[in-house]
């Protein structure tokens, strides 16, 4: 199976810094700037960038598959406790860790990514405890991490990058002292105790801050004393031809850093690493800077992707099985113990279970119906609730029966009456009965015809003929006729009328003459006129006299 070796994927390791990610897998690095908003959390713009870059460099190795990607992630937000707990097994500890933490941090343990690490045992007496030391973060820290690497392919398992950093101390050498790792524009300052780590701090100073106070010194160029700083030299041309020492702004600036370490950190021995940390005599300064204090720069290779975290988690995995001594745990086990001992008298809970059952099985029945129940007499209240509102709309309903004029027996009598070729324009009828109708008749005739079947009819009365138009072409004749419309008691007569003057479809023209004629009386072929304001017909005989 050695020989197959080959195949399997080499392990990714990544560090997560402030301002830059860096990235080793086997002999290629990756190193990436980040973009960060104002709460911390990285750019949508960035996250983009991020993972079209990581996929193009983990495509690199397509042909192996890709597992776990350690990660170092920086000391911001950090904290870091000492505990000492009763000797209980793993899995006991786990609990007792849940519990203390939920004391001992501002934050409750569902909030965040929290590691332990046990650092030995004591014996007080006749009693044993057990020393542990939990470290734990933010998840809010992890969530873009997860996110971005989940979606490049790889499972990110997160320990922090000072205890990284910490394992390339040799054992020999430890005790009380500090790591310094500095960056471009942060710096992160562990201090240990007796080899372990116990506080991480995050300094506001970098290696862009020793560029900027050559440049503000020297009056150059940002590139100018970029490069200055890199090679160290020891006098350049300012603006004027002026001769400046460089190295008075690196100490000046080495002086706020000592400073600023001495508010956090006192001892006599300190680790360097990070690329400004290579600088020349850049360990002896900082060592005058902090009066004399030991000063020793961690060796890893420089290079894209290499740094003193990588190297550090590289060999804590090598050393501890293939993962890092401390391991975030982002959803903590403190559930509810399970227990996965047999039951011995589980036939006899379950013959114990059908007993009860038998008893309760009678009130079964109105325990399942209840709420059923209690549907159908709610649906019975709302309805009742209805009944006064159908009251009032069929009152409503009822008054517009009575009220509103009689529209259809008023039309059906004038649709019979009308000779054919009668066009009906217009036609309204008040509540009181004022009838109003215009139409247009094809000759003085046909008007006379139609205000005599009104008449005949006995449901008109005061029949006028209030208007009479001829058109342009004297072909037809547009009036407008008023009655009173008088309604019978009797409403058989109404239907026999109206049946007998319908016009049978079927039969011919003497068939519809014999139905009128039976029912209006024989038409009279004497034009008529109509006095206005009466009901007599005027024929023209009587006007000639």
């Known amino acids: 199976m050695k020989s197959f070796a080959f195949l399997n994927s080499p392990t990714l390791y990544i560090e997560l810094g402030q301002s830059s990610i860096k990235m080793l897998d086997g002999d290629d690095g990756l190193e990436l700037s980040l973009e960060r908003q104002d709460n911390g959390r990285l750019t949508p713009g960035c996250l983009e960038g991020l993972s079209s870059s990581?996929?193009?460099?983990?495509e690199k190795k397509n042909w192996s598959t890709r597992g776990k990607a350690f990660c170092a992630i920086g000391g911001r937000g950090v904290s870091i406790r000492r505990l000492e707990l009763p000797n209980a097994s793993k899995d006991e500890l786990q609990r007792l860790l849940y519990l203390q933490i939920e004391g001992e941090f501002p934050?409750?343990?569902?909030?965040?990514?929290?590691?332990?690490?046990?650092?030995?045992?004591k014996q007080n007496g006749n009693k044993t405890s057990q020393e542990v030391l939990v470290a734990a973060v933010k998840k809010d820290v992890l969530e873009d991490y997860s996110t971005l690497l989940a979606g490049c392919g790889v499972t990110p398992v997160f320990t922090f990058g000072a205890f990284a950093r910490n394992a390339l101390v040799s054992e020999t050498s430890k005790g009380n002292y500090a790591v310094l790792d500095i960056g471009r524009c942060h710096s992160e300052l562990t201090n240990c105790e007796n080899g372990i780590p116990v506080s991480v701090r995050v300094l506001p100073w970098g290696g862009e801050i020793i560029t900027q106070s050559i440049q503000k010194r020297l009056g150059i160029s940002h590139a100018e004393a970029e490069k200055i700083k890199i090679h160290e030299a020891e006098k350049v041309s300012g603006n004027g031809g002026l001769e400046t020492n460089a190295p008075a702004a690196v100490d000046a600036e080495l002086g706020s850093l000592a400073a600023n370490m001495r508010a956090h950190w006192t001892g006599q021995k300190l680790y360097l690493c990070g690329e400004t940390a290579r600088l020349r005599n850049f360990g002896p300064r900082l060592s005058k800077?902090?009066?004399?204090?030991?000063?020793?720069?961690?060796?890893?290779?420089?290079?894209?992707?290499?740094s003193a975290a990588i190297f550090g988690l590289k060999r804590d995995c090598e050393s501890n099985g293939g993962m890092p001594l401390l391991v975030l745990e982002t959803q903590p086990s403190h559930a509810k113990e399970k227990s996965s001992r047999p039951v011995p008298w589980k036939w006899a809970a379950l013959a114990a279970l059908l007993v009860v059952s038998l008893l309760i099985l009678r009130y079964a029945e109105p325990l399942i119906q209840k709420p059923r129940l209690a549907r159908k007499i709610a649906d019975i209240k709302a309805y009742r609730d209805k009944l006064p509102q159908v009251d009032r709309e069929l009152t409503f309903l009822q008054y517009l029966k009575t009220n509103q004029p009689p529209y259809l027996d008023p039309l059906a009598l004038i649709a019979n009456s009308a000779p054919s070729g009668t066009r009906l324009e217009s036609l309204a009828l008040s509540k009181r009965g004022d009838l109003s109708v215009r139409a247009t008749f094809r000759d003085f005739q046909q008007v006379a015809d139609f205000r005599s079947k009104m008449i005949i009819s006995g449901y008109f009365n005061n029949v006028v003929v209030e208007e009479q138009t001829p058109s342009a072409d004297r072909q037809k004749m547009t009036v407008r006729i008023t009655a009173q419309w008088n309604p019978s008691d009797d409403s058989k007569n109404l239907d026999s009328l109206l049946k007998a003057s319908e016009r049978p479809r079927p039969a011919g023209r003497n068939a519809a003459s014999k139905v009128r004629e039976k029912a209006l009386g024989p038409p009279t072929n004497t034009a008529s006129t109509t006095r206005p304001g009466t009901n007599t017909v005027v024929t023209p005989e009587e006007k000639k006299n």
């Open 289 to 306: 800077a902090l009066g004399n204090v030991e000063c020793e720069l961690f060796s890893s290779p420089p290079g894209e992707g290499r």
């Open 107 to 121: 934050v409750s343990p569902e909030e965040l990514a929290w590691g332990w690490q046990l650092l030995g045992r």
């Open 54 to 58: 990581i996929k193009v460099f983990l």
